[in-house]
């Protein structure tokens, strides 16, 4: 009898056991599944960008015959001054050098068709190379004009020429014309720094990030002033403070701020600073106050755990050697806590540069062309910016939004990895 149940407990127990590693094994396949199910869908994200956006960073140009006549550009020619030949008529000379292009005469409906090949911004181009040399008033010259988003879209094949005519944006005329420069060699691809450094457009081939780039540097100064609130706070609320029911308060009204939505504060700059203090909407000096406003609880959190996990045998020891509470915390324990702070910091700047939300709020969302030249000038940001250009179904647009979020995903990943290596360089270990 004892025997047999001592068999029956062993049996039940073995049952137990092969129950508890089976369980077991499920939920590291769960796990599993979960990382490469998350992994697969990283990297559907990143091909599905990637292959919308990076023929964005080339862009597609026609070479023309340029004849730079100075009565049709309206330009003396014994007196091509510089205020002269800015006010002159380049876009004749661009038209011109079009129709030359093309073989045989035009009607006036041909003409309308064959500028549409080129980028409206043709003529801006023509007067910034003419303004840089002078002396080419009065040449025919070869000038490689940045070709219209239609026929840039054609040449980069993100569009199909195999359609009926009336599904495409350009006709049989054109995409004949088209081919034939092809075959003249007239049509080239180059890397398109002009997206590096314009600003934005009605043109989709004109549009850059530039402006967008200029004004999230200038936003970023948010870390200028939320950088020494955070950290003086933290090292108050952690070395100094006394442990009452108000600094309690304080420190749950920290931690809750952390999670409130990020729209919040956007509302709060447009109540306080906009309304009240009258500063000037859409600019980067009210954008970085929204975001230092925004980033300043994270900063906090993240300096208060660096300062509470520096061993309170630092604090104890340079206090018996003869230092101030002020001396400990200056020369010994903010110093090892700084990696982690910095770590924090550079985390909820990566969270401030991708923020929209707020940003709209505060009128940071016109269409600006300049380049910004200081915090009190209208910008835009690149999140905004990726916002105004996703509105747009253009192909063109689409393909500049891709490009965009591409480059604030370098930005984010650059930003996070550096604070990694500032983690693992400087970090103690007690």
Known sequence: MIDRRSEEYKKRSGDRMAR????DRRFRLYGQAALVFGALALCILMVSIFSSGYTAFFRTQVAL?????????????????????????????????????????LERSDRKLAKGLISNGASVE???????????????VKVNFT?????????????????????????????????????????????????????DSRNPEMAGIGGAITGSIFTLLC??????????????????????????????????????????FG??????????????????VVGGMVLALMTLPTI?????????????????????????????????????????????????????????????MIGMVAFIVDIPGGVTDPSAVLPVQIYLWAESAERGFVEKTSAAIMIILAFLVTMNLFAIYLRQRFERRW
């Not at 508890?20 to 369980?23: D, V």
């Open 20 to 23: 508890r590693y089976r369980a």
């Open 223 to 264: 870390f200028v002033l939320s950088f020494p609130v955070g950290v003086a706070a933290a090292v108050y609320l952690e070395e100094f403070a006394p442990k009452n029911k108000w600094t309690d308060m304080i420190e749950v009204n920290i931690n809750n701020l952390a999670a409130v939505p990020s729209i919040i």
């Open 65 to 105: 015959d340029v004849e730079l006549d100075p009565d049709v550009l309206g330009v003396a020619a014994a007196e091509q001054e510089h205020l002269s030949l800015e006010q002159a008529d380049y876009y004749t000379v661009v038209n011109r050098a079009i129709y030359n292009a093309i073989p045989g005469e």
């Open 147 to 199: 070709a219209s988003s239609d026929l840039d879209q054609l040449h980069k094949g993100n569009v199909p020429r195999d359609v009926e005519e009336g599904l495409r944006r350009i006709n049989d005329k054109q995409l004949a014309w088209y081919d034939r420069w092809v075959q003249e060699g007239r049509v080239s691809s180059t890397f398109n720094w002009n997206f590096f450094t314009s600003g």
């Open 126 to 140: 023509l007067r910034e190379m003419v303004l840089e040399n002078p002396a080419l008033v009065g040449r025919t």
């Open 300 to 360: 906090i959190i993240a300096c208060r755990a660096s300062l509470k996990a520096v061993p309170p045998s630092i604090r104890q020891g340079a206090l018996a050697m003869g230092a101030s509470p002020m001396q400990v915390t200056l020369h010994h324990v903010l110093p090892l806590a700084l990696p982690g702070t910095l770590t924090g910091t550079i985390i909820g700047l990566s969270q401030a540069l991708g923020e929209t939300a707020p940003l709209l």
């Open 267 to 284: 509302l709060l700059g447009l109540a306080i600073l906009l309304n009240v203090f009258n500063m000037p909407r859409g600019t980067p």
